[in-house]
């Protein structure tokens, strides 16, 4: 799970980290990555649409009141 504070957003952060991500997959022979949004993070779905990732499953979780 990751998330970032408010204070560090909009600063290109999240960016590096996923692109981290992803080049250290690819040294592990990773051929995917999957990613679990909240359909209501905006912010979330460009950066991972504009890295290049897209939907391709809707998951819903329920909670218990």
């Known amino acids: 799970c990751m998330a970032t504070a408010p204070d560090g957003r909009r600063d290109g952060g999240a960016r590096r980290i996923l692109r981290a991500i992803e080049g250290w997959a690819a040294t592990q022979g990773v051929g995917t990555l999957c990613l679990q949004v909240v359909e209501d993070n905006a912010a ?3 950066l991972y649409e504009q890295a290049g990732f897209a939907p391709v499953a809707a998951t819903r979780y ?3 009141p």
């Open 62 to 64: 329920f909670v218990s």
């Open 44 to 46: 979330a779905i460009a």
